[in-house]
């Protein structure tokens, strides 16, 4: 492997016409809980935070939306303080209101109109901020969609109504669906129903939630899955984004309720980094991680345990010390390609920036090992956890483990 200045040849500069690692990465919030530090999460290098707007919340009386003395949040500043951190906004649109169902779906028409009605005053109160609008949350599961009678038909009935009517009152906004919770066979086939009504003439992108028990890189094939579905149902180039996802590290966890958990903190970092990084190889240009801060202290609890920080907002977990180092690293490198070392669990990723310069982030799913880089190598490493070390010689023999390294050529 000849690693130098030269060796970026003209067929991989065109490659890196992509997205830079920077404009991909976001996190989830939950402004409803406690209250986000936006500038904070731009010194980590976040470009992209996802969180709602409730339904309920904002329209308590019929035909009136309230979005800044509802009791609960003020929306504008909301908007506004993201707007000052230069943080594009993905906003959710949830769920149902009570004052046109007691159920948890939108499956008669009163309600299919109010919705498309709120969701179209919503666009045009925020227009011209750049924003992904997401119709609904994971509408293929009953805790957010109940009945699931004909949901995939009544959803994208809905998506029909609301998507150009968003698009009409904010032209500079994106809409996507249907924040797919999961992206195995079941999870698909309820989406290829969508797809079926018609959803992908009326979206910007895909977006789905793919949470796994299993190591990141298995995602690989989900997208690969849904591509060739997409394909099936449109000539149109749909972009996958992955809306929602992350690893809890439940240090006493209760055996219920989890289908993403890993055995530490230090293993959710590798996950997390490693989501990171696998979704930006496979041209996903928008990845929210899921969570920027724990939620609460419960040992017990799977969901107090998903965040880059600590419930104190203040400190890092392992994870977000090893989000802060990727983002410093790498934000400004676009993907090149995958390198073959000889073992099919040991992963090279060449980068390239716009001056032109190469970068490497490696790591495995086996044990730790070692690899050699062939021929001559200058630059500097950085560990997933940010030490630093300068590198150079021919033919250097390197660890790879589960933990991401960075190689920054010179």
Wanted: charged share 25%; hydrophobic share 35%.
């Amino acid at each position: 492997l000849v690693i130098n200045k030269n060796e970026i040849k003209k067929n991989e500069i065109k490659k890196t016409e992509g997205l830079k690692l920077s404009d991909t990465i976001g996190t989830n919030i939950h402004q409803l809980q406690w209250n986000a530090n936006f500038s904070l999460m731009k010194e980590y290098g976040v470009n992209i935070v996802r969180d709602a707007l409730v339904w309920d919340i904002i329209e308590k009386d019929k035909g009136v939306y309230d979005f800044v003395d509802n009791g609960k949040i003020n929306y504008d500043d909301f908007i506004t303080r993201m707007k000052k951190n230069k943080i594009r906004p993905f906003l959710m649109l949830l769920y149902t209101n009570h004052l046109y169902t007691s159920n948890k779906s939108l499956d008669n028409e009163q309600v299919k109109q109010a919705y498309s009605m709120w969701a179209a005053a919503a666009a045009a109160r925020y227009k011209n901020n750049n924003i992904i609008w997401e119709i609904y949350n994971e509408p293929n599961i009953d805790t957010f969609w109940m009945p699931q009678t004909n949901s995939a038909y009544n959803y994208t009935d809905v998506v029909k109504r609301t998507a150009p009517l968003i698009k009409k009152k904010d032209p500079s906004g994106i809409v996507v669906a249907p924040a797919l919770a999961g992206s195995g066979d079941i999870s698909l086939q309820w989406l290829e129903e969508t797809f079926r009504q018609g959803i992908l003439e009326y979206v910007d992108a895909v977006s789905i939630h793919p949470y796994r028990t299993s190591n990141p890189e298995s995602v690989i094939e989900d997208y690969k899955k849904l591509r060739i579905l997409i394909s099936k149902y449109t000539d149109k180039k749909i972009p996958i984004i992955s809306g929602e996802w992350g690893y809890s590290n439940v240090p006493n966890w209760n055996n219920q309720g989890a289908t993403s958990i890993v055995s530490s903190e230090l293993k959710q970092a590798q996950f997390n980094t490693r989501m990171l990084l696998i979704n930006h190889s496979q041209g996903i240009p928008i990845s929210i991680i899921y969570d920027w801060k724990d939620d609460g202290y419960d040992d017990k609890s799977v969901e107090h345990h998903f965040g880059l920080l600590s419930y104190d907002q203040i400190t890092p977990k392992p994870s977000g010390v090893a989000f802060k180092t990727l983002t410093g690293t790498l934000s400004r490198y676009k993907f090149v390609k995958r390198i073959r070392i000889g073992n099919d669990n040991d992963y090279l990723f060449k980068y390239v920036n716009d001056e032109l310069k190469t970068a490497y982030a490696y790591w495995t799913t086996d044990n730790e090992h070692t690899f050699v880089l062939r021929n001559n190598v200058k630059g500097e490493i950085v560990t997933m956890l940010g030490q630093k070390s300068k590198v150079y010689g021919n033919n250097l023999t390197l660890s790879i483990s589960n933990s991401p390294s960075y190689l920054i050529v010179d």
